[in-house]
Antibody, heavy 122, light 107 residues
Framework: QVQLVQSGGDVKKPGASVKVSCKASGYTFSSYDITWVRQAPGQGLEWMGWISPHNGKTDYARQLQGRVTMSTDTATNTAYLELRGLRSDDTAVYYC???????????????WGQGTLVTVSS | DIQMTQSPSSLSASVGDRITITCRASQSISISVNWYQQRPGKPPKLLIAAASFLPSGVPSRFSGSGSGTDFSLTIDSLQPDDFATYYCQQSSNNPYTFGQGTRVEIK
């Protein structure tokens, strides 16, 4: 069965960087894009972007350009999200998710990691 | 950016009720809308793909409709497990924005 297991929570100071991992299993890792979504405490969902493990192509949310890097390691079936220049409003649960498949580029997110809480505080 | 405006932002309903949540896109997006359910402390769960398709394992009491700018999610005969927050999301243009969410509470 498809599983996405994320790294544990982290506390960072403003200005620092964080790197969250998402280890995939149960399917051919390179065949499906990985999307990252975050959710600030008590707030809604924010799409951050996606990466193709097949060719490394990325598509980042414009408001995060320059601060975010998504990457993958196909040897370990792991996706990574790095966010730099952290601010207090980056405090959120970060989710990785996988396309359900079968819907072309409509990208319904059918499989989700458990979430990783990143807290930015001085 | 495409704005996704959900309504209502919250509603109270009883077990067995039929409810409808709507989502309006700020520009036409064909059928590029997905719907998710989220319970507290859990990741979202996909309910509807491409505006009206029910993924395997999703109960048939959930249905979606719409195209262009107006979309809806309907739940027939609400069950106790359905009290949660629901989000629409457009997957037409970067950024793939979500609606602000609709919280469904027990009356």
């Amino acid at each position: 069965q498809v599983q996405l297991v994320q790294s544990g929570g982290d506390v960072k100071k403003p200005g620092a960087s964080v790197k969250v991992s998402c280890k995939a299993s149960g399917y051919t890792f390179s065949s499906y894009d990985i999307t990252w979504v975050r959710q600030a405490p008590g707030q809604g969902l924010e799409w951050m972007g996606w990466i193709s493990p097949h060719n490394g192509k990325t598509d980042y949310a414009r408001q995060l350009q320059g601060r975010v890097t998504m990457s993958t390691d196909t040897a370990t079936n792991t996706a990574y999200l790095e966010l730099r220049g952290l601010r207090s409003d980056d405090t959120a649960v970060y989710y990785c998710a996988r396309d359900l498949g079968d819907y072309g580029n409509l990208n319904p997110l059918g499989y989700w990691g458990q979430g990783t809480l990143v807290t930015v505080s001085s | 950016d495409i704005q996704m405006t959900q309504s209502p932002s919250s509603l109270s309903a009883s077990v067995g009720d039929r409810i409808t949540i709507t989502c309006r896109a700020s520009q036409s997006i064909s059928i590029s809308v997905n719907w998710y359910q989220q319970r507290p402390g859990k990741p979202p769960k996909l309910l509807i793909a491409a505006a009206s398709f029910l993924p395997s394992g999703v109960p048939s009491r959930f249905s979606g409709s719409g195209s262009g700018t107006d979309f809806s999610l309907t739940i027939d005969s609400l069950q106790p497990d359905d009290f949660a927050t629901y989000y629409c999301q457009q997957s037409s243009n970067n950024p793939y924005t979500f609606g602000q969410g609709t919280r469904v509470e027990i009356k």
